[in-house]
C-alpha cells in the first residue's frame, strides 16, 4: 500500500447527494474500500489518478487539481498541516522518477458536484461499452507499448475531460492581439514596467486608500488591490479598483480562488469592463487556517487558479461560458496568474508556471523576492520549454520596514523565501532598519533589472506606500518611464 498512498486522508470521503440505485451503491462501496485503503480517495468521483502518478489529489487540504498552490514549506511540508507532506510536491517527485511529468501540463477540469461520492467506475464501463470492449482489450492486448499507452490515454481523457471543459495541454495565445489595458501596453512594448500593491482598509472608510494611491501613482502603471490577504477580510479588490479608477489610476483586480465558485467568477468578470477594468490577476488564496476565528470551511476550492484562468481565456477569446453558453459581447482583459517561483525546485516549478501560461496566463507576477540569484535556474527552465517569450514576468519585491516585519514574513507568510542574512543586516541596522530595508530592496531592484525574461517589478508596500516614490525614484526607474 505504501508506494500508492503517501500520506493520510485529510478529510472523509464524500458521499451523493442522492441516493442510487442499489447497483451503483454497491459498486461505490467496493471502489471505496479498495481506494480508500490504497490511494487515500475521498470518492470525488472526478478520478484522474493516471494523471497524477496513481498518488490521489484529493488528499491535498485545498483539494487543488491542478497542482501545488505555492505554501510548501522548506521541509517540503503542507503549510496547512505541517505533520505532512504536500501531496503535489509527491506527484511532481514521483512523475519526474517515471518520465511522465509531461502529463502534468493538461488543464483538469474543476470538480462535477453531481458526481461527488459516486462511482468513477461506473463511467469506465459505461464508455467501455460505448468505445466497444472487444476493440478496446484488442488494442491493448495486440499493440505496440507506444499503442497501448495512446489507447489507454484517449480511452480516459473522455472520461476525464468532459465535454464541457475540453482541457488540453497545449499553449493558447490570446485571440485579442491589441492590447487592452496600460499595463499590457507597456510590457507589449518591452519596456521595464513597475506596479505596486496597497493594502485595502478594514472598513468603509476610503480617505488613507486614496492618500496612498495618490503617492504611488506617479510612479507606476499600474496599482494591485489585494483580495483578502492571509484571509482577512478588508475592503473588496473590486471596490479598491473603482476608487483607483476614480482617481484615474489603472488597477489590477485580484480574485482569490479561496472565496469564488465557478458561477461566481464568471458572472464578476461580466460585468468589469462597465467599471472600466481590465486587467485581472487569479491567485489561489492564502487558506483559512491562517486567517481569523472562527475559521471558515477548509473542504476544497471550487476552481484553482489555474482552471479560473481556463474559464476566463474562453470567455473572452471563444465568447463561451462554462456551461456552453454563447455570450454576444465577450469581456476583455489582460489575464494574470501568480508564482512563488522559489517555493519548489525550478524544473517542478516551471511545470507548474507552464500550465497557467497553456491555461491563458499573459503575466506571472511573483511572490516576495529577496534572493533574486536563485531566479535564474526557473528562468532558464522556462526558456526550456519555451514559454518564456510567451508571458511577461513581474518579480515581486518589499521594502523591509522593520526587523518584525521581515520575521512575519519569513515565519508566517507561504511561499516567501527570506535568509537569514537579511534579518541579520536589519537587525545590526537597528533603529536605521527601514533605510536598510530600502537599501535591500534596491540591490534587489538592480540584480532583477538584468536578468532575461524579467519585465518588470511589483513593490508590495506592506503599508509603506511612500516608499515607491523613493525605490523608483533612487533605482532609476522614474527615467525609464
Known sequence: MLPFKPVRRWQPPFYPFKREKWKGRLLTAVERVIKGPLFGCR???????????????????KGLRNGPCGGITPEDRCYIDNTRICVWNEIYSRSVKSGTQENLLEVLPPLDWNKTGTSTWKDVLQQAKKAGRSKILVAIAAGKKSKRKETLDDFFKTIRQPSWWQGDSLYHPPSIHNAVSDLEKILAARK???????????????GKLIDDINAVKPYVTAINFTDSPSAKPKMSSLASCTVALSQYCEPVLQIAARDITRTGLQSSVMGLNQFGIRNILCITGDNPIIGSSPIASMNVTDVDSAQMLWILRRMRDDGICLDGKIMSTPPSFFLGASTSPLSMI????????????????????????????????????????NVLDKVFIIAGISPLKSLRVAEFLRSKIPGVKL???????????????????????????????????????????????????????????????
Open 43 to 61: 470518492m470525488c468521483g472526478n478520478c484522474i489518478l493516471q494523471k497524477t502518478s496513481m498518488v490521489c489529489h484529493m488528499q491535498c487540504p
Open 192 to 206: 521595464f514596467v513597475v506596479t505596486a500593491e496597497i493594502s485595502a482598509p478594514v472598513g468603509t472608510s476610503t
Open 419 to 481: 535568509p537569514v542574512r537579511v534579518l541579520e543586516r536589519l537587525n545590526k541596522a537597528g533603529e536605521s532598519a527601514h533605510k536598510e530595508g530600502l537599501q535591500i530592496a534596491l540591490e534587489t531592484i538592480e540584480s532583477l533589472k538584468g536578468k532575461q525574461g524579467i519585465c518588470g517589478i511589483h513593490i508590495m508596500t506592506l503599508g509603506w506606500a511612500t516608499s515607491v516614490e523613493t525605490l523608483v525614484s533612487m533605482s532609476g526607474l522614474k527615467n525609464s518611464m
Open 346 to 385: 525550478p524544473e517542478l516549478q516551471a511545470i507548474k508556471d507552464q500550465k497557467k501560461i497553456n491555461a491563458g496566463a499573459q503575466f506571472l507576477q511573483t511572490n516576495l523576492i529577496f534572493e533574486p540569484e536563485k531566479l535564474d535556474e526557473w528562468l532558464e527552465q522556462l526558456y526550456k520549454r
